[in-house]
Antibody, heavy 120, light 107 residues
Framework: QVQLVESGGGVVHPGGSLRLSCVAS????????IHWVRQAPGKGLEWVGV????????KYADSVQGRFTLSKDNSKNTVSLQMSNLRSEDTAVYFCAKEFNEHQWYFDYWGQGALVTVAS | EIVMTQSPATVSVSPGERAILSCRASQSISNKLAWYQHKRGQAPRLLIY???TRATGIPARFSGSGSGTEFTLIINSLQSEDFTVYYC?????????FGGGTKVEIK
């Protein structure tokens, strides 16, 4: 069965960095784009970014552009989200999610999420 | 950026009755709308995509409709497990955006 498992969450000071990983199984990883979506405490869902199926094309939300970097390693079925210059407003549960199909930008499988807390 | 607005923020419904959730886009998104169910502490669950197509394994009591800027999710015969939060998401263009959510609570 399809599984996505996030790891790497934790507490970090403002201005610090953190790297989240998402390990996938149960599907042909190299043929699907993987997205990250976050949910701040008490808030709704916010799309963060996407790494295309081959890992070449990456898109980001304006709120994280220039601070977050995605990488996709198809040999390890892993997508990483490198987060730098973190701010308090980046505090959230971060979910990785599998894109339904190429150019169909909705998500049929999600991980359980990783909590990132940015606090001094 | 396309702004998605969901209403109401909370809807109170008795078990067995119907809930009607609305989602409005700030510009036309054709039928490029998805709905998710999200229970606290769990992964969101895809319910509907393309405005009206149920995802695999989703019960028929969930139905979606609409096009352009106005969309509706109807949940018939509410079961206990349906009382949670629902989000719409446009999959028309970048950046992908979600509505603020509607909480379905027990009346």
């Amino acid at each position: 069965q399809v599984q996505l498992v996030e790891s790497g969450g934790g507490v970090v000071h403002p201005g610090g960095s953190l790297r989240l990983s998402c390990v996938a199984s149960g599907f042909t990883f190299s043929t699907y784009s993987i997205h990250w979506v976050r949910q701040a405490p008490g808030k709704g869902l916010e799309w963060v970014g996407v790494a295309s199926f081959e890992g070449v094309v990456k898109k980001y939300a304006d709120s994280v552009q220039g601070r977050f970097t995605l990488s996709k390693d198809n040999s390890k079925n892993t997508v990483s989200l490198q987060m730098s210059n973190l701010r308090s407003e980046d505090t959230a549960v971060y979910f990785c999610a599998k894109e339904f199909n190429e150019h169909q930008w909705y998500f049929d499988y999600w991980g359980q999420g990783a909590l990132v807390t940015v606090a001094s | 950026e396309i702004v998605m607005t969901q209403s109401p923020a909370t809807v109170s419904v008795s078990p067995g009755e119907r809930a009607i959730l609305s989602c409005r886009a700030s510009q036309s998104i054709s039928n490029k709308l998805a709905w998710y169910q999200h229970k606290r502490g769990q992964a969101p669950r895809l319910l509907i995509y393309g405005a009206s197509t149920r995802a695999t394994g989703i019960p028929a009591r969930f139905s979606g409709s609409g096009s352009g800027t106005e969309f509706t999710l109807i949940i018939n015969s509410l079961q206990s497990e349906d009382f949670t939060v629902y989000y719409c998401q446009q999959h028309y263009n970048w950046p992908l955006t979600f509505g603020g959510g509607t909480k379905v609570e027990i009346k």
